[in-house]
């Protein structure tokens, strides 16, 4: 594997493309212009790109010490010290172009990539740990927002259901690591509660997020959209095809970090829910993007 290959590995692709993704969308949504748009997208990608190495770069020495065979740092296809290197420049590029589009988003987007550092150092050890995701996918919408020529912020709604989303992203990330983490001392509010427990906290708060879209803008004096009903309506779907997995196929007993989620064992049950999170944010992306996001 070549050594871009193994950095390309080591930014997590998945949801850096799922986030950006989300950033286009809602983007589109507000008809931001083509150069705005190009702003906000490349840097919410840079950002994500930073939060990606600079966990693998954090986290190094614990992924080699329990052999992670997926981590590109662990495998030894690349050092940690370029992954360190990468993750600064892609923070400096992504503040960079925040700038270009205003001191609100440029704020707005500090704070969302700084709490999304604070749980790479050290919050993910504590049971503060989804702290950051509240915070940081709370501010997305506002992103999109404070990107247009007149900055505003978000409706409430929007900064809760994603707020919500980060809850569902960040319990179902740990899923696939949870007995490697409780290996190297990490405790989470995840790893406290136990591998079913994150499943239903997180397919839980989908539906959360859901309602929010859903009734947020009626809240607001606005119609009822048909296009939310079916989104929540999919949103549910999805979250009761995820639970029926975790509440039908699991073991009777304890509800410790030991448990896989969805009934399975093994990191691939836990990738199995993180996935389904990851499809459901497209579509609660959508929600928002059609339900608009200043109501």
Known sequence: MTATAALWRASHPGPTLVVSALALILGLSVGLDAPRLALLVGGVFAGQLSVGWSNDAIDARRDLAVGRADKPVARGEITARAVALAAGVALVVALALSALLGAGFLLAHAIALASAWAYNAWLKHTAASVLPFVVS?????????????????????????????GVAVHFSNVLPDLDDDAATGVR???????????????????????????????????????VAVIGTITVVVIGAFGLRGVVGGGRSGGDGP??????????????GVFRLVMLAALVLALQLAATGLRI
């Open 137 to 165: 996918f709370g501010l997305f919408p506002s992103l999109t927002t404070l990107a247009e020529p007149v900055p505003t912020l978000a409706a409430g709604w929007a900064g809760i259901a994603g707020s919500a989303l």
């Open 188 to 226: 989470g509010l995840p790893h406290r509660i136990g591998a079913r427990g994150s499943a239903l906290v997180a397919f839980g708060a989908l539906l959360v997020g859901a309602l929010a879209v859903l009734l947020g803008p009626v809240l607001d004096g606005a119609a009822l959209q048909p």
């Open 258 to 271: 030991e448990e896989a989620a969805a009934g399975g064992s093994g990191r691939g049950a836990g990738r």
